[in-house]
């Protein structure tokens, strides 16, 4: 993630800046203050699930390393750099690899008994200053992109979780029905053009993102998972889609198993700019059918005002995006962009992580905390919160006894300035072929669809939202 990366397209979300939300916290039996501890949960969830991952970046420059040695020994079970495994840290001139940074940080996560991921060996930005130069495609994919990916991933050995090969190479403006070199040409950087914006033409196929793939595999370790990285993505929408289509040829002419494969959704979002719980779920379980893997890797959630509603709305956010993860057979990393506020790219007044500039965990941070245990209770997903409290109202823990009602306390409400939005019309459909059905998994219907809208047996056909419905 770029420090001056800014977000430029709106995700679909069914409701925005709802008037109240409701949140686990609200009850009796959640902790809503304090010190927070997430270790051992952390630990039974993994278990549970079989592997999760809960992170935040780390450089080692950062401030208050008073502050960070806590929340990556008792909050944070994983961490990613935040910088220093970017290309310019790595590589400073061609083949000479300098990991030193890089290594830091996966020491630092080391001896604080967390796990370490990988970020980024292809982007085309925080290139080295010989980059991009005038380097020929040919050499570019022959040589240059595999030396370096193979002295990153090589050097930083196979204990690393994951690694993001390729990061933010769909374009903004692509579409539906786009083939997984229209969308990635149509982000019109380097290395599809010779420059960021340039408009000539350089390397003009996919062969950079095989020869990066490609070389990722030979050298990570086996149970490494391999990524392709990008924001404004979850959703049922043209950027999802053309994520899912890249990782597709990359299984098909880079010949990497769809279970090496993963596939990490950014999320710097807002709470006008997110991803509903329904889509990100849908999402899931389209790479849970492939056999690949979900992470969200950067999510941070920027608002508008650093007030109590806000701040409760960006709970809620913060737990459906969690319990998406959660209870997904797929996704098993889950990446927080920046411990706190004053450390987080966004700047301090958009309050866009779990721990305020002091250092203390904010309600989002407990909500979190409520969501794990939540999930380890066996209890099912929640309803998705963000929606607000005349769509979901959460529910306490349940008492141990048998027959017995949930125990809970009164909801709070909070009214958050609202933007008045209007609700998009309904799905509509035309009718299939008599007879035609859409298989588990298949879209079955939503604004424009033209497909069958019955299922195959025995799954039905659940809306999204307006603009899709699945079989599941």
């Known amino acids: 993630m770029f420090k001056s990366f800014v977000v430029v397209s709106v995700l679909a979300a069914p409701a925005l800046c709802q008037t109240a939300v409701s949140l686990l916290v609200d009850f009796a039996g959640y902790q809503s203050s304090g010190t927070l501890n997430l270790r051992s949960t952390l630990k039974s969830v993994a278990e549970k699930k079989g592997e ?140 599809t053009q010779t420059a960021d914006g340039s408009n000539t033409a350089l390397v003009t196929d996919l062969s950079f993102v095989h020869a990066a793939f490609t070389t990722a595999l030979q050298y990570a370790g086996p149970n490494t998972r391999l990524a392709i990285n990008d924001y404004n993505t979850g959703g049922s929408d043209a950027k999802t889609a053309c994520v899912l289509a890249v990782l597709a040829d990359i299984n098909a002419n880079a010949a990497i198993p769809y279970n090496r494969l993963a596939v990490g959704f950014q999320s710097h979002i807002s709470p006008t700019t997110f991803v509903s719980k329904a889509a990100l779920t849908a999402t899931f379980a389209k790479l849970a059918a492939l056999g690949a893997t979900a992470m969200i890797t950067e999510l ?41 506020d004053d450390l987080s790219w966004l700047g301090t007044s958009e309050a866009g992580t779990l721990f305020d500039s002091n250092g203390n965990p904010k309600v989002a941070a407990f909500e979190v905390q409520a969501r794990l245990q939540r999930f380890l209770s ?95």
């Open 300 to 340: 941070d959630i920027a608002l508008p005002s650093g007030t109590t509603a806000y701040e409760r709305l960006q709970a809620a956010i913060w737990g459906d995006y969690l319990d998406a993860c959660l209870y997904s057979s797929s996704c098993v990393e889950f990446i927080n962009w920046d411990t706190r």
């Open 378 to 472: 066996g209890a099912p997903m929640l309803c998705a919160t963000a929606l607000g409290t005349s769509s979901c109202m959460a529910s306490g823990p349940t008492t141990t006894s048998a027959g017995s009602t949930p125990t809970t306390t009164p909801t709070t409400t909070t009214t958050i300035p609202t933007t008045t939005t209007v609700a998009p019309p309904p799905p509509t459909t035309t009718t299939a072929p008599t007879g035609a059905t859409a298989a588990h998994w298949g879209q079955c219907g939503g604004i424009g669809w033209t497909g069958p809208t019955v299922c195959a047996s025995p799954f039905t056909c659940q809306v999204s939202n307006a603009y899709y419905s699945q079989c599941l």
């Open 52 to 191: 999760f991952y809960f992170g935040s970046t780390y450089d080692t420059y950062d401030a208050d390393a008073s502050f960070n040695q806590n929340v990556f020994s008792t909050f944070f079970n994983h961490v990613v750099a935040e910088n220093g495994c970017k290309w310019d840290a790595t590589e400073p001139s061609r083949g000479t690899s300098d990991l030193t940074e890089c290594l830091a940080v996966q020491s630092y996560a080391t001896t604080n008994g967390a796990t370490f991921r990988g970020h980024n060996t292809f982007w085309h930005s925080q290139t080295p200053t010989w980059l991009p130069g005038s380097i020929t495609a040919s050499d570019l994919v022959t040589n240059v992109i595999p030396q370096h990916v193979q002295q990153e991933i090589q050097g930083m050995g196979a204990s690393v979780t994951s690694w993001d090969v390729v990061n933010e190479i769909v374009g903004d403006g692509v579409s539906n029905g786009m083939t997984a070199l229209q969308c990635v040409q149509n982000k019109k950087d380097w290395p």
